[in-house]
């Protein structure tokens, strides 16, 4: 996977995590290759909070993450703050994961 930025990098200087930026015409987002890494999480948090008419949420995890990975599960857990938003986590096999609201299924 990517690695995280370099020390010094462009764009944490830009403080995006605490940006307020509107969203209000997305309804359906898709995520590939998420490894639920710090700065994935605080984005999707952005998103989430910045986009209101939200419907569904498509995130393919990365090749690296394993259906064991208890911290995928953990992790996910940002969306019971979004009960309107229906959120799908696939494996990279295709398997589903988890569904709606990132609760097991």
């Not at 605490?18 to 948090?45: M, P, R, V, Y």
């Not at 998103?47 to 953990?74: F, G, N, Q, R, W």
């Amino acid at each position: 996977g990517d690695e995280a930025c370099p020390a010094n990098c462009p764009c944490d200087t830009m403080n995006w995590r605490t940006q307020t930026i509107s969203l209000t015409a997305l309804e359906d987002l898709e995520i590939n290759g998420f490894e639920a890494e710090d700065h994935e999480l605080d984005f999707l948090k952005l998103i989430l909070h910045s986009a209101p008419m939200l419907k569904t949420v498509i995130v393919k995890l990365s090749d690296e993450i394993s259906s064991s990975d208890d911290t995928i599960t953990k992790k996910c857990n940002i969306f019971r703050a979004y009960p309107s938003v229906k959120c799908n986590v696939y494996l990279s096999s295709g398997l589903m994961h988890q569904s709606q609201n990132c609760l097991l299924t």
